[in-house]
């Protein structure tokens, strides 16, 4: 089983729509999570953290579900510069290393 | 400087050639990382560098990559004997080192010919 999973669409949706990617990992001592948005041939950028209580910025919802391993990004009211590729990171308890999901395409339509 | 310097940008050697990247961290930033991500493929951990403590070399994938942070800050990562399975996007990030998000340079791009 890989470390952290995601599904790697790519998921298609029109403008104004909600979609939401989960991301799964293996390592139940995992410590911190992010999301980070990839644009196609560009370096990675921090999207948000994903905090125990779940965070909430502007039309992006993380939440962690630690029971189930879990995490999961919600974009509401989708536009088009939504379109990247979401990448899920998992980094684990004694360590700052990041643990990198194979991300999500994300192609929203006019 | 503002944020994560990587060069080169773009990078085309010989097979067999060996090859030098640099990597510029955000000043201040105490740990630095390099990853490498082929063409459609995730992230992949090559090593990290933590202030003075001895770096995690646990992703350099052979004997033939090597690299060090001379002075706590600047990093060079070297591939000798290039082959063609090392052509990927080289990339550097920094952090602060207490579990922040990371910054990310904008890749050194290497094609092995």
């Known amino acids: 089983r890989k470390e952290v999973e995601q599904d790697p669409g790519p998921f298609n949706v029109p403008e104004g729509a909600t979609v939401a990617f989960n991301c799964t990992y293996s390592n139940s001592a995992s410590q911190s999570f992010f999301w980070y948005r990839q644009d196609c041939r560009k370096e990675p950028k921090l999207l948000m953290s994903v905090y125990s209580s779940g965070n909430e910025d502007g039309r992006f919802t993380a939440q962690l579900n630690r029971a189930s391993q879990y995490i999961s990004l919600l974009i509401r009211d989708s536009k088009l510069s939504d379109s990247a590729t979401y990448l899920c990171v998992v980094t684990w308890a004694g360590t700052y290393k990041y643990i990198f999901g194979t991300g999500t395409r994300l192609k929203v339509l006019a | 400087g503002a944020g994560v310097s990587q060069s080169p940008s773009n990078k085309v050697t010989e097979k067999g050639k060996d090859v030098e990247l640099r990597c510029d961290p955000i000043?201040?930033?105490?740990?630095l990382y390099w990853y490498r991500q082929s063409l459609g493929q995730g992230l992949e951990f090559l090593i990290y560098f933590q202030g003075n403590s001895a770096p995690d070399k646990s992703g350099l994938p052979s004997d033939r990559f090597s690299a060090e942070r001379t002075g706590g800050s600047v990093s060079t990562l070297t591939i000798q004997r290039t082959q063609q399975e090392d052509s990927a996007v080289y990339l550097c990030a920094s952090s602060l080192g207490g579990g922040g998000g990371y910054t990310f340079g904008s890749g050194t791009r290497l094609t092995v010919v």
């Open positions: 000043s201040g930033h105490t740990a």
